[in-house]
């Protein structure tokens, strides 16, 4: 959750993947709490279900039209291409989409290439599966805009100790295109063990890489950050702060005085 949590602070795009009910947009919501507070931020959905304390967030929802149909479409309807066509105009830095499954995806895609932070949810099992969900039918992506995309998450409905539970089973990278075989090549930064029920970290990160270089940090120095913001986020589950605005206020915190929160932390743990 610290990657995430540095790959969402510094813009990097992200599709969450799965079945049904595998907890795709619980983990977008989870995400979106670590968006910086003052960013602008537009969320498009069919149903209400992103829920952010953000105080410059502008949630659109579509809505079907009344009376009669003309060129295909019924009058006032107001689909998620509408909303991402006019959420573009915003100039947002984020934008939040419930689910992709039609022609908005394709402005979707535009956008990460323009420059927009964007995250998502879709509905395919694995990395091969959702690469043939973006290019095929009705969404006819091309490849060669695949490599706007940077992080793949994908979730599973699984059992652990007997009981039913949604895990984040792979964090998948999108690094770049073979330029001769045209093979998207991507990189496993995490694996969900199911035995263990532990997350493994592969010891690679070129969002990392990345992030550090953009930063001028050292190894050392992101390797810390990384480990302060785990830090934090154990504490959160230590003290029962999972209410969305109380895990916004503390990341807030975080972003605005650094040294305060950590001292504060270590006050908690050691007192």
Aim: charged residues 25%; aromatic residues 8%.
């Amino acid at each position: 959750i610290a990657y995430l949590w540095l790959a969402v602070e510094h813009g990097f795009n992200a599709l969450i993947s799965g079945g049904t009910a595998s907890g795709k947009t619980s983990t977008l919501n989870a995400l979106a709490l670590f968006i910086p507070r003052e960013s602008k931020i537009v969320s498009i959905e069919e149903t209400r279900e992103i829920n952010l304390p953000h105080p410059n967030w502008i949630p659109g929802v579509t809505r079907s039209g009344f009376g009669e149909v003309v060129n295909d479409r019924m009058v006032g309807e107001i689909d998620l291409f509408d909303l991402m066509k006019a959420a573009l105009r915003q100039r947002p830095e984020y934008i939040l989409v419930g689910e992709i499954r039609g022609r908005e995806a394709y402005v979707l895609f535009q956008a990460m290439a323009t420059g927009h932070t964007t995250y998502s949810t879709v509905h395919a099992d694995s990395t091969k599966s959702l690469i043939h969900r973006l290019e095929g039918e009705p969404i006819n992506i091309p490849r060669i805009m695949l490599q706007s995309l940077d992080i793949v998450c994908l979730q599973t409905i699984s059992r652990v100790k007997n009981k039913r539970a949604r895990r984040c089973k792979q964090i998948i990278e999108i690094i770049d295109i073979d330029p001769t075989t045209k093979e998207l090549l991507t990189n496993e930064v995490f694996h969900w063990d199911p035995i263990k029920d532990k997350f493994q970290y592969s010891g690679k990160s070129y969002i990392l890489e990345q992030i550090r270089a953009k930063n001028n940090m050292d190894r050392s120095a992101i390797t810390a950050e990384l480990q302060r913001r785990a830090k934090i986020l154990d504490w959160m589950l230590e003290n029962n702060i999972t209410q969305f605005e109380d895990v916004a206020i503390s990341t807030a915190q975080y972003y605005e005085n650094k040294q305060e929160i950590i001292a504060k932390i270590e006050t908690d743990t050691h007192g």
